[in-house]
């Protein structure tokens, strides 16, 4: 069963910096890739960012791009979101989840595992 733990998140300006990590525990040979997504309360999961664990392939949603960068740790089984050029409307609940394809980790429907605590992310205007 895979164990999913995020942290990192906190209060920054806009226009700050944050990095997230998330440690996974009890990843399998199929779950080849690795996403962040973020939550306000009450609204679904959406997606942020998605990687193979390889960094082969790597997908980030049009709000984020040029602003996060995902990168990963295999040996350490972690993933990372480092977060520039902060924004207020960036202000969520940041999660992470494994997928057997960064492409499906786009559509969080496809993520594979239990939801996590998430860490929550808070920018100041």
């Known amino acids: 069963q895979v164990h999913l733990v995020e942290t990192g998140g906190g209060l920054v300006q806009a226009g700050g910096s944050l990095r997230l990590s998330c440690l996974v525990s009890g990843r399998t040979s199929t779950t080849l890739a690795i996403g962040w997504f973020r939550q306000d309360p009450g609204k679904e999961h959406d997606f942020v960012a998605a990687?193979?664990?390889?960094?082969?392939?790597?997908y980030y949603a049009d709000s984020v791009k040029g602003r996060f960068t995902i990168s990963t740790d295999d040996a350490l089984n972690t993933v990372y979101l480092q977060m520039n050029s902060l924004k207020p409307e960036d202000t969520a609940a940041y999660y992470c989840?494994?997928?057997?394809?960064?492409?499906?980790?786009?559509?969080?429907?496809?993520?594979?595992?239990?939801w996590g605590q998430g860490t929550l992310v808070t920018v100041s205007s």
């Open positions: 989840n494994t997928g057997y394809a960064a492409e499906l980790l786009q559509y969080p429907r496809n993520a594979l595992d239990a």
């Open positions: 990687t193979s664990w390889n960094g082969d392939s790597t």
